[in-house]
């Protein structure tokens, strides 16, 4: 039997790398021998329970036997518009501007190719980014080049105007917030070029800026942004990190109701449905602020000392204004400081990960108990 290649694809059928995290593995084995065990600090999975409010809301709707809507109920819809316009100032969302996804690493993995991106077509990402804004591309077929600043992707001509392109804010991994001014620049310059513009503000509610705690940063959908015309703009949120609910793979996307209305139309054929009864748990979490100020109480806490204890140790943190990082450095190569802190147990994300422009950086995640930040903050 021959079996079909897909053209430009590799033997794997994608033309896509090595998983990264796998390279970690002989740095995690030294750190897991540490005579007090392992910190681990390189991914940034909750760790602290999900609130009870939400675990009941779960179980209250666990007798779900029919087909769930891949639009999500209009209790979910509604709950995401008066969250957006609650805590992040923006009014005015219709439910067909709202989708729910099946966490957001899956929706931007498969945004391009949900928008009709394919091979030749451009997608614009950051310099450090999140490894899946490439991957997306990939699975599409199409190109990521990254956009330092807008003037950086050249003389546009058609062929090499993005047909998307990605933002992230509180950045992932260097916790960067984007103001109100750079993102109306972008929606500016986007809008000249007929430009899809993406959003992945997954970290808003984890704003550590004097001034700003208990705030949300701002949204590519706020009107002070965007004039409140969402059109060609999507803002995509998750509910992993503000709730403890990465294991409910809950989370959104908002903005162009005519983008949102293809982005449902695949959907619908593929089967991308969240289940019902997480639904109805996310239109609870969404509903609820308290939890949130507990979970932002509790990061701010570990990140007060981890930062201090990174800072005594020699690294320099940069940005990391946001978010559940700290993008440190000692000016030397990544791996070098991944070695050295994995020899003291503690394991940390090296910036290559993120590109070619984190390549002296580690990123250092909030995400472990008091008691293990406790435990890192002695080590170094």
């Not at 899946?132 to 090499?160: C, E, F, K, M, N």
């Not at 996310?282 to 007060?304: G, I």
Request: charge should be negative; proline fraction near 7%.
């Amino acid at each position: 039997m021959t079996v079909p290649v897909v053209p430009g694809a590799s033997v794997r059928g994608l033309d896509l790398p090595d998983f990264p995290w796998d390279s970690l593995a002989p740095y995690k084995a030294r750190a897991v021998a540490h005579p007090d065990g392992i910190v681990d600090l390189s991914v940034g999975t909750p760790v602290d329970p999900t609130p009870e409010v939400v675990r009941r809301a779960l179980a209250d709707a666990a007798d779900a036997p029919g087909y769930p809507l891949t639009v999500g109920t209009a209790d979910l819809r509604a709950a995401i518009c008066e969250w957006f316009e609650r805590r992040r100032g923006v009014p005015g969302l219709t439910p067909d501007a709202v989708l729910p996804t099946i966490g957001s690493k899956e929706l931007v993995a498969w945004l391009p190719t949900l928008l009709g991106l394919r091979a030749g077509d451009v997608v614009g990402i950051p310099a450090v980014a999140y490894p899946t804004y490439d991957i997306g591309a990939r699975i599409a077929g199409a190109t990521a080049v990254v956009a330092q600043s807008l003037t950086s992707l050249g003389p546009l001509t058609a062929a090499t105007t993005p047909k998307l392109l990605w933002l992230n804010s509180p950045g992932n991994p260097n916790g960067q917030v984007l103001g109100v001014d750079h993102l109306r620049k972008v929606v500016s310059w986007a809008r000249q070029h007929g430009v899809v513009v993406a959003s992945d503000e997954c970290y808003a509610e984890l704003d550590w800026r004097e001034g700003h705690v208990g705030t949300s940063t701002p949204s590519i959908l706020h009107p002070d942004v965007c004039g409140g015309d969402h059109t060609g703009l999507l803002a995509v949120y998750s509910l992993s990190k503000q709730s403890n609910l990465a294991g409910y793979r809950a989370a959104f996307v908002a903005g162009d109701p005519a983008i949102i209305g293809t982005i449902l139309e695949v959907r619908k054929h593929a089967g991308m449905i969240m289940p019902t009864p997480v639904q109805h748990a996310m239109a609870v979490a969404l509903r609820d602020d308290a939890h949130v100020q507990t979970q932002r109480t509790a990061y701010a806490r570990r990140r007060e000392l981890l930062l201090d204890a990174v800072t005594r140790a020699g690294l320099r943190v940069d940005h990391s204004e946001a978010g559940l990082y700290l993008w440190a450095t000692r000016g030397e190569d990544c791996w070098t400081t991944v070695s050295e802190l994995a020899d003291r147990g503690i394991l940390v994300a090296p910036g290559a990960f993120y590109g070619a422009a984190g390549a002296q950086h580690v990123r250092i995640a909030l995400t472990a108990t008091d008691e293990r930040i406790a435990a890192a903050c002695s080590r170094l």
